[in-house]
Nanobody
Framework: QVQLAESGGGEVQPGGSLRLSCAAS????????MGWYRQTPGKQRELVAT???????NYAHFAKGRFTLSRGATKDSIVLQMNSLNADDTAVYYC????????????WGQGTQVTVSS
């Protein structure tokens, strides 16, 4: 059974930094996509950044230059370093995993709140 364990998040002042981590377990296939999405009330969930096994990270336009997605220290884990945060970054951030090639399956973490406020 696939599980996603998220950590990090919290409240920070504008211009500050936060670090989100996500560890996946129970993955059967080595090739997969992991990443982060975010959502605010009344809006659709939007991509923040993803990374495919063996490939470079892919960032949303608002994340480029401020956020860095990397592989974690443990297998099947990722870390999102978020710098220069502003109020627009306030959202619930969800860890995302897609497994499979022809037939894919999506998994989501429970979400972690990020609040940027002075």
């Amino acid at each position: 059974q696939v599980q996603l364990a998220e950590s990090g998040g919290g409240e920070v002042q504008p211009g500050g930094s936060l670090r989100l981590s996500c560890a996946a377990s129970g993955i059967e296939y080595s090739l997969h996509i992991m990443g982060w999405y975010r959502q605010t009330p009344g809006k659709q969930r939007e991509l923040v950044a993803t990374i495919t096994t063996g490939g470079p990270p892919n960032y949303a336009h608002f994340a480029k230059g401020r956020f860095t997605l990397s592989r974690g220290a443990t297998k099947d884990s990722i870390v999102l370093q978020m710098n220069s945060l502003n109020a627009d970054d306030t959202a619930v951030y969800y860890c995302y995993l897609q497994t499979g090639i022809i037939r894919t399956t999506d998994y989501w973490g429970q979400g972690t709140q990020v609040t940027v406020s002075s």
